[in-house]
């Protein structure tokens, strides 16, 4: 496993191209309990607490990540070009080998990262009771741990704090996408018996749920520290426009919400079930529309807005605008064929 590193270097994280993944979440939980089981139980239970020896607990928990044995062929460079741009920018590398082992390794990583970020820093959100930032490693092994506590918002220095929470924050976000992914592929299943829908479609809820609380954690500091942050996703360090529309494990999703309605598959689910994907979506976009107007995007353009507006010599759409009418489009492969 090479997708680990120490807590004092860069936060680089190895994820599976989101075409590889796999049509379920139970191998990504197979796997994610042999991997723990492997390193200790006890060691991941004390790389997630509070206590005083919890971050020596993190670093022997990562280093024992990066000395496992590991198949995967890295990639580096592989198309779309500005999905690329995104990835190094984020500090995502991805590879190709057993994409449930990859994606479990990547869960893992992450929560460390993530609970040494807070640890660190502290938050400005408010309390999460039902751990749903941290909480996915439990809801697929079936092993629940205590919600994490975090203090407030104190870091030493706020500026380098809040990117770093930004670059956590996304990571933590594209690995909740790819398991996002991966639980609506298990929504098309033409001869899914009634228990079995309803148990796919509550967990799908639970990760878009998930998925939204991670995002906001991204954006998890205090606004008027994101100029600065901001200014880090322009040119030279990246392309003119920087956008989430490179999001590769995003664009994958999407995809796949576009499949399950042309394929008949949304059509298939009952229509109590396709209300409740319907609204567990929308929970993930509210949360996108949160961060942006967080961030002054009621008024403000996203880079992208304002690049391709300066292009066009046109005012540019403000950035909750953007993120509103981008919503609604997505959403309408959630709707069943012959509605709007």
Request: with cysteine.
């Amino acid at each position: 496993m090479t997708n680990a590193v120490g807590l004092d270097g860069p936060a680089m994280l190895l994820m599976p191209l989101p075409g590889e993944l796999p049509g379920s979440p139970a191998p990504v939980g197979a796997r994610l309990t042999g991997l723990i089981e492997e390193l200790g139980t006890s060691g991941y239970t004390a790389a997630m607490g509070s206590d005083a020896d919890a971050g020596a607990a993190r670093a022997e928990l990562l280093a024992r990540l990066a000395a496992l044995p590991d198949e995967t062929i890295p990639l580096s460079g592989e198309p779309p070009v500005g999905s690329c741009v995104h990835d190094a920018f984020f500090e995502v590398r991805r590879g190709l080998g057993d994409s449930a082992a990859l994606l479990a390794g990547a869960v893992l990583v992450s929560d460390v990262l993530v609970r040494e970020d807070l640890a660190a820093s502290g938050s400005t959100l408010e309390e999460d009771p039902d751990d749903l930032l941290l909480g996915v490693t439990g809801f697929l092994t079936g092993t629940l741990l205590p919600a994490v506590k975090a203090g407030p918002w104190l870091p030493d220095r706020p500026v380098e704090a809040a990117n770093r929470r930004w670059l956590v924050g996304h990571q933590r976000f594209f690995v909740m996408l790819q398991l996002l992914t991966v639980a609506l592929r298990r929504l098309d299943r033409p001869d899914a018996t009634a228990p079995q829908e309803e148990a796919a479609v509550r967990s799908f809820g639970w990760l878009c749920r998930s998925t939204a609380v991670s995002m906001r954690y991204a954006a998890d500091f205090p606004p008027e520290l994101y100029a600065e942050v901001r200014e880090t996703m322009t040119p030279p360090a990246v392309n003119a426009g920087f956008s989430g529309l490179q999001t590769r494990d995003h664009q994958e999703l999407v995809n796949w919400m576009r499949r399950l309605k042309h394929g008949g598959g949304l059509d298939r689910l009952d229509p109590a079930s396709r209300t409740a994907v319907h609204a567990a979506v929308q929970h993930l976009y509210d949360a996108h529309v949160w961060v942006c107007d967080r961030f002054g995007g009621s008024a403000e353009p996203s880079l992208l807005m304002a690049q391709a507006a300066q292009a066009a010599g046109e005012r540019a759409e403000s950035g909750v605008a953007a993120a509103e009418r981008l919503a609604r489009r997505r959403l309408r492969y959630l709707t069943p064929t012959g509605t709007a």
